[in-house]
């Protein structure tokens, strides 16, 4: 039994926004996009994740309401990110009758947080995605040159033509996500989902440079900020969000 795509009911992307510009497809939707060729991105405005990015971004919001809002921005946004996920027609039988519907495909996706902060993002995804399995990067930015570096690594052995999520929460100088994705391409992964809090212009523009039409790629992103700073951090922002989520933000 082959793969397949539930049709969708509207158009998500688009091949003729201008690269690196975002407008809404509608003022009803609110859905912000941008694309080149096969990269996506998209930046999802809705009230409930605008009115939980706020309180992320409030310096005064504490660590438990930090954690427990990523989760729950996270699993707002995984709706979307989960949007062409490969299922197989099924047949089960209601109390009524029998009649036919979907489950997900195997192989089954694999969800990808690079730590630390990406962990805080992984109860929220694995709620939608309960069945799928998980895997590990762990990459550090260096602050002086911004370059990232792999200091542990726990992928799942057989991700060949499977569906892959990355969790990231700062898409700032694109960097580490680059890093991420390349690596999971070079193993095999079918395409690749990134789900971030927020990112920045440079960022997105810096992962399109990367992959282009080559790779299947999506971002999808809770906001899109102004700019970086001149220590690569993202303006307005949240600050560190490895901090935040876990107690040790000055």
Do not use: W
Not at 5 to 16: A, G
Not at 181 to 209: M, Q
Request: glycine share 8%; aromatic share 6%.
């Amino acid at each position: 039994m082959g793969h397949s795509r539930i049709p969708d009911l509207r158009y998500l992307f688009t091949l003729s926004v201008t690269p690196s510009t975002f407008g809404p497809i509608s003022p009803q939707i609110q859905v912000y996009i941008d694309s080149l060729e096969v990269m996506k991105t998209l930046i999802i405005d809705h009230p409930l994740v605008s009115a939980k990015l706020t309180t992320l971004r409030d310096k005064n919001t504490d660590t438990p309401t930090f954690r427990k809002l990523v989760e729950e921005l996270v699993t707002l946004l995984s709706y979307e990110a989960t949007r062409h996920l490969l299922v197989e027609e099924t047949e089960v039988e209601t109390p009524i009758t029998k009649t036919k519907g979907f489950v997900i495909a195997k192989p089954k996706p694999i969800v990808v947080p690079i730590l630390r902060a990406g962990l805080g993002m992984l109860d929220g995804m694995m709620r939608i995605l309960p069945g799928a399995e998980v895997g590990f990067l762990g990459m550090v930015r260096d602050e002086t040159t911004l370059q990232p570096t792999t200091y542990a690594e726990r992928i799942p052995g057989e991700i060949k033509n499977r569906q892959v999520f990355v969790l990231d929460p700062m898409l700032a100088t694109g960097g580490t996500l680059v890093a991420a994705i390349k690596l999971l391409i070079d193993r095999g992964a079918r395409d690749v989902v990134a789900i971030c809090l927020l990112a920045a212009p440079e960022g997105i523009k810096n992962v399109e440079n990367a992959f282009g039409s080559d790779v299947n790629v999506t971002v999808v992103c809770a906001g899109l900020d102004e700019k970086l700073n001149e220590v690569g951090y993202i303006v307005p922002g949240l600050g560190d969000a490895g901090d935040r989520l876990y107690g040790t933000a000055d």
